[in-house]
């Protein structure tokens, strides 16, 4: 049976001048002029055979029985669009959410995101960041697609892909070396200010043990944080960082910061990208591991560090 429904205009303008009980205001939010609601209201009376509004001089009056139909109109809109959202959901692809911690964010990651979004103009990502690690079982919930963090590549029902090391040197700014006491052997480091990340609060005496300066007072020093605001301390002279290569490495080549010493100590960590064992290959997931793959290839291939230990003192 087919069914003999009024103009659909005629009823938008019903339904908006129902809530709003005003010509104006339901032209106001329709875009168009009152005298356009008025006439598809009367068309709309025609067409039922009844009153909607009484109309006086002065003001608009909306009877019962238009009230409840312009009600139901609203309901039945909103019904619509619900449906139309969740068709249009269906078929649109949720964006990528990966989450990555903040300092990687800064100093690896968005860097090169660009490139990503050159590569694949219509993938959305969603990027989330913290100081501390993400549990990964929350990956098991579904909301969070991959995670970059940092560990020894061994994650129970994660794969995982090694991205970056993060091997461990000494930084500062320039500028310290010109105006404060020398640093050219690793004893020197107690006369400088130790910057620490509360993040990662062991680095500095990991690295002084692996490169045998007991001398060296590893727990004192200014604390911040992150590692990114370490760095951008260590950038304004406050003292010497001890930094994650991958993190470092553009800026010592850029000049930005200096390593005073050419020691790096591996401490058998690095960056991995990882997810699910049984996630599902999509588009989504493909599209970003070969290309975070292929920037990690690049990235290990240029940037190569010397790794010189410093002899040990007994």
């Excluded at 010509?23 to 067409?47: C, M, N, W, Y």
């Excluded at 959305?124 to 501390?132: D, F, K, N």
């Excluded at 591991?289 to 290839?297: D, F, G, M, N, V």
Aim: include cysteine; charge should be positive; hydrophobic fraction near 40%.
């Amino acid at each position: 049976m087919a069914l003999r429904l009024p103009p659909l205009n005629a009823l938008k303008a019903l339904e908006a001048a129902g809530r709003h009980v005003s010509f104006t205001r339901a032209a106001e939010e329709l875009h168009v002029t009152p005298g356009a609601i008025s006439r598809q209201i009367k068309l709309l009376e025609d067409i039922l055979g009844v009153e909607l509004f009484e109309r006086t001089n002065r003001d608009l009056r909306i009877t019962d029985e238009t009230k409840l139909y312009a009600a139901t109109l609203t309901e039945v809109f909103d019904r619509i669009d619900a449906a139309t959202q969740r068709l249009l959901n269906a078929r649109r692809e949720r964006p990528l959410h990966v989450h990555c911690p903040m300092t990687f964010t800064l100093k690896w990651l968005v860097t090169r995101l660009p490139a990503f979004h050159a590569l694949y103009p219509k993938r959305e990502i969603r990027l989330t960041t913290s100081l501390a690690p993400l549990p990964t079982h929350l990956l098991s919930t579904g909301d969070v697609d991959v995670v970059i963090q940092q560990g020894t590549g061994s994650w129970p029902d994660l794969t995982a892909h090694k991205l970056a090391g993060s091997e461990l040197i000494p930084v500062c700014s320039p500028k310290l070396l010109s105006a404060g006491p020398p640093l050219k052997k690793v004893g020197d480091l107690a006369q400088h200010t130790l910057l620490h990340s509360l993040v990662r609060p062991k680095d500095w005496a990991d690295w002084c043990a692996a490169a045998g300066a007991p001398e060296v007072d590893a727990q004192r020093g200014l604390r911040f944080e992150s590692s990114s605001l370490a760095y951008q301390a260590a950038h304004e002279g406050l003292g010497v960082a001890i930094g994650q290569m991958a993190l470092v490495i553009e800026d010592i080549e850029s000049g930005r910061l200096i390593a005073p010493f050419d020691f790096v100590h591996d401490n058998n960590t690095a960056y991995y990208l990882t997810y699910l064992e049984n996630a599902p290959e999509n588009s989504r997931l493909t599209e970003f591991r070969k290309w975070i793959l292929a920037e990690a290839e690049r990235y290990n291939r240029s940037h190569r560090f010397p790794r010189k230990k410093e002899r040990k003192r007994a």
